[in-house]
């Protein structure tokens, strides 16, 4: 690649970094550098992006009269680069942030010893410090041994849950395996790792992450980073609808019509929101009829984000005693809401097991 990259470019690969997935015009790019710095030059970001081009940094493809710049995952040396961008970024917004430091020092010195870690991101990390918040985002290598990939969410939730007692601070998490993260990433639907991508900093495993990150491009994986955070509160009837009918659940009036697909979790959550005790019946059916399809260790995130954990951990130990071939899935679940001394919120299972009867769930 050769020779030191200076700040503009760092600044162009964070904007690009943040859309990945996603070709950006060189005016965009600039458009996007003094939105998030404050100042960016287009003659200075068009000399940038031109150098970066020469060496391998990035791809220019023309477009009509627009150049479009993306992240060149070809070259391996990219992942140097990367990684030291984050380190950049982390350096900036841990500046005059004692408590964060802290924070994070000790969240290190815990998953330092993981041999399963692959990297931890801090999620929003400016928009959630002002509001003493901190999202995470934990990846774990793949692994056969499912004893151990247990126990290493096990030990990082309850680690988390402590830091949040003691900083008194509201700390989020969410943990995946390799696998289930490369399947989210890549998804059709709307869910949270897609938006998280957009606007994360990754604290420890840098290589780790971005390798990953370029080994789907490299296998010719479709990753496509969505802009902005959907709020489960705020999906639109039509759309909600849509989904439930995507997931196995019909009601009687609604008219369907094609829309927006969201993840199975969101939907959930959605449903939870409307405060509906009529549609609350829905959360079982589907969650029953989608075992394979469910990210369990997303809807702990997010049901910990909103706060209705206590409610999903009710309805997973019903459908544990009600639905057959839902008891393996659901056993871990139930244990790691357990390991944070989640408050269970008890739902009717007799009126639960009414509705998996009428759609042919359980006999």
Not at 6 to 12: K, N
Not at 116 to 142: G, H
Request: with cysteine.
């Amino acid at each position: 690649m050769g020779g030191n990259m200076l700040d503009v470019e760092f600044r162009i690969l964070d904007i690009l970094s943040r859309g990945i997935g996603n070709v950006l015009s060189i005016n965009r790019i600039a458009k996007k550098v003094r939105s998030e710095y404050g100042s960016g030059d287009y003659k200075n970001i068009y000399v940038a992006i031109n150098n970066m081009s020469k060496r391998n940094i990035v791809k220019l493809e023309q477009a009509g009269n627009a150049s479009l710049v993306s992240i060149n995952f070809e070259n391996y040396m990219i992942i140097d680069l990367l990684s030291e961008m984050e380190l950049r970024k982390k350096g900036v917004f841990l500046q005059n942030r004692t408590e964060m430091q802290i924070l994070l020092l000790e969240l290190d010195e815990y998953v330092y010893n993981l041999d399963m870690l692959q990297s931890v991101s801090i999620i929003e990390p400016e928009r959630n410090a002002k509001l003493n918040k901190a999202d995470f985002l934990v990846q774990l290598k793949k692994s056969d041994n499912h004893r151990m990939a247990y126990a290493a969410k096990t030990g990082i939730y309850k680690k988390l849950y402590g830091l949040q007692m003691i900083h008194d601070m509201r700390i989020n998490v969410l943990v995946l395996e390799d696998g289930e993260f490369s399947g989210l990433v890549k998804a059709n639907e709307a869910n949270p790792v897609r938006e998280m991508l957009h606007d994360k900093i990754v604290i420890s495993g840098q290589q780790g992450f971005w390798a990953s990150i370029r080994n789907e491009f490299i296998k010719g994986t479709k990753i496509k980073v969505k802009e902005g955070q959907t709020h489960p509160a705020k999906i639109p009837e039509d759309v909600l609808v849509y989904n439930l009918v995507r997931f196995g659940y019909t009601e009687f009036g609604p008219v369907v019509k094609e829309a927006e697909q969201v993840c199975i979790e969101y939907t959930i959550a959605a449903i939870i929101f409307q405060k509906d005790e009529r549609r609350m019946d829905a959360i079982p059916v589907i969650l029953a009829k989608n075992t394979k399809k469910t990210s369990y260790d997303l809807l702990l995130f997010i049901s910990r984000k909103y706060g209705f954990a206590g409610k999903i951990l009710g309805i997973l130990k019903s459908l544990r005693n009600l639905v057959v071939h839902a008891r393996m899935v659901v056993e871990e679940p139930i244990k790691l809401l357990e390991a944070i001394d989640t408050e269970e919120v008890k739902p009717d299972e007799k009126r639960m097991r009414d509705r998996l009867r009428l759609y042919h769930v359980t006999r």
